[in-house]
């Protein structure tokens, strides 16, 4: 479906686990961006970053926003599916399946911790590596060149990268012409949330939609701005242009 200037899949989270399952199994690696009303809004307004976003093989619905915008135009977007929760989801696939992990972003001990909650939550499961890059390692040619070596030589098959977009998509485009056959997740605050650094808003909560509520509460002078001047407005535009689009099908 078509949400903004952005094509995101209508998929269920488990659906998102099965694809990546079935192309370890080809040999196929891919990118995973999780599109919530801050990146729509982004990629709409900067065609490079509408670019960047269409490289990725899945886009999925992370933001009630996104789902509403798609369902009103006509399209059944089973649920909402969030970097957080592929963080575990995808996880416990690459137990399973025997695949190997790799945690990068967030601060110095945080993917660590991280880690360790994973490797508690689905035994046998194989973290490879982990780290977190200085901030602003993304501008330094060397820096970059760093962080990246030691994901390439770890050789994972899953990477996680929490850096927020869209640093960790770039990062990410980096890392594919280097290790094509793994999985990337731009997965923003899900390593910080995996290692229990904050919680998430309760299941009622989220799917009220108005889990930025929660975020907003525990990081105000972050997303202040953010959330209430540019994401908000738009986040009503886009439930607008559904609504046209469904009357004009009609």
């Not at 701005?225 to 009503?236: C, E, H, T, V």
Request: proline share 6%.
């Amino acid at each position: 479906m078509r949400v903004g200037a952005v094509d995101v899949w209508a998929v269920s989270e488990p659906d998102v686990a099965a694809h990546v399952v079935r192309c370890w199994g080809r040999g196929e690696g891919g990118a995973v961006v999780t599109a919530n009303v801050d990146i729509v809004r982004a990629a709409t307004r900067d065609p490079a970053l509408g670019a960047l976003v269409a490289g990725a093989e899945l886009v999925v619905a992370d933001g009630m926003p996104v789902v509403w915008a798609g369902r009103l135009a006509g399209v059944a977007v089973p649920e909402r599916v969030t970097g957080a929760s592929l963080v575990f989801t995808l996880s416990e696939a690459a137990a399973r399946e025997g695949r190997s992990v790799y945690l990068l972003g967030g601060e110095p001990g945080v993917p660590e911790k991280a880690a360790e909650v994973l490797r508690g939550r689905y035994p046998g499961l194989r973290v490879v590596g982990t780290d977190s890059p200085p901030f602003g390692f993304d501008s330094d040619a060397l820096l970059l060149g760093e962080a990246v070596a030691k994901v390439v030589s770890a050789k994972p098959d899953l990477v996680l990268v929490g850096l927020g977009f869209p640093k960790q998509e770039r990062v990410i485009r980096e890392l594919r012409g280097l290790l094509p056959a793994a999985w990337y997740l731009g997965c923003g605050a899900g390593i910080p949330m995996a290692a229990g650094e904050f919680k998430r808003a309760s299941g009622v909560v989220q799917k009220m939609g108005a889990e930025w509520v929660h975020r907003l509460a525990l990081e105000p002078r972050r997303l202040a701005k953010r959330y209430l001047r540019d994401d908000l407005p738009f986040a009503f535009r886009l439930l607008a242009g559904a609504v046209k689009t469904r009357l004009k099908g009609k």
